[in-house]
């Protein structure tokens, strides 16, 4: 199937590594023009020396004029604006609430939430001026079931859902689509950090946390970032003109 998303402009945020890099490389295989912004200094050189269709700016997400930086170079490099991907965000702290400090939970919703928020209020002006506009905030299955021990990161992608679903309904009429990607247990080096977190906590071996976590999902398989990626693409594409609004699950069937 032709996707047509060829000369869209996209920022992806956190794009360096991970569920954002295999974003990033997918949309420029579909002959988008992307540009990444991540707070990994090593990473985007990385990127430099693997990727050199992709262009990058260092940002922390979490500082407000670091992301108006941002904002004031791709844009003009990429020649407009048409998909901004939220993608960034943290993993925050493991444990009972009354063990989680005030600053470590600041610092999860800020990355996790307020972070979309200081990107959309500046993608949208340009949005506005596209015929193929849309924005992907990627939230988490723990935006929708919760997660015991990891309140801050589930209070945090709940808040995603409620900023995706606002935004569809008040940018709807300039014809820009928001949706939310809600990924379920995604194969990776913060996956393993957080279940190995979980195993400190509960006095359990990885292998028995792993075990436990992958059999809450029919499939019981881990979600790699491609998949996420192979949905993006899609999303973002002309056959999904009618899509926004929405919270969509990539997880496996996850039922815990």
């Known amino acids: 199937m032709e996707l047509d998303i060829r000369g869209l402009r996209v920022i992806v945020t956190a794009g360096a590594g991970g569920i954002g890099l295999a974003i990033a490389r997918a949309l420029v295989q579909e002959g988008a023009r992307v540009h990444v912004c991540d707070v990994d200094d090593q990473a985007l050189k990385a990127l430099a020396d693997t990727d050199s269709g992709i262009t990058a700016h260092l940002t922390n997400v979490a500082d407000r004029d670091a992301v108006s930086a941002l904002f004031e170079r791709a844009v003009p490099a990429l020649g407009g604006l048409d998909v901004l991907v939220n993608n960034a965000g943290i993993s925050g702290p493991t444990g009972p609430v009354e063990a989680i400090s005030p600053d470590e939970w600041d610092r999860c919703i800020d ?56 935004l569809s309904r008040e940018l709807g009429e300039y014809g820009i689509r928001v949706n939310a990607i809600l990924p379920g247990i995604v194969e990776g080096d913060r996956q393993r950090r957080v279940l190995a977190e979980r195993a400190r906590h509960t006095q359990r071996g990885f ?22 990626a192979d949905y993006v693409a899609f999303l973002i594409s002309p056959r999904c003109m009618l899509v926004s609004g929405q919270a969509i699950s990539i997880d496996g069937d996850l039922q815990a």
Do not use: D
Request: glycine share 6%; with cysteine.
């Open 111 to 166: 990355l996790c939430l307020t972070s979309q928020f200081r990107c959309a209020r500046l993608a949208v002006p340009h949005l506005k001026e596209s015929a193929n506009a849309s924005i992907v905030n990627i939230s988490s299955a723990a935006g929708r079931m919760g997660f015991p021990f990891r309140s801050p990161y589930a209070s945090a992608k709940w808040g995603v859902l409620g900023f995706t679903k606002s």
């Open 207 to 228: 292998e028995e946390v792993e075990a436990e976590m992958l059999s809450k999902a029919s499939l019981r398989r881990y979600v790699t970032p491609q998949h996420i």
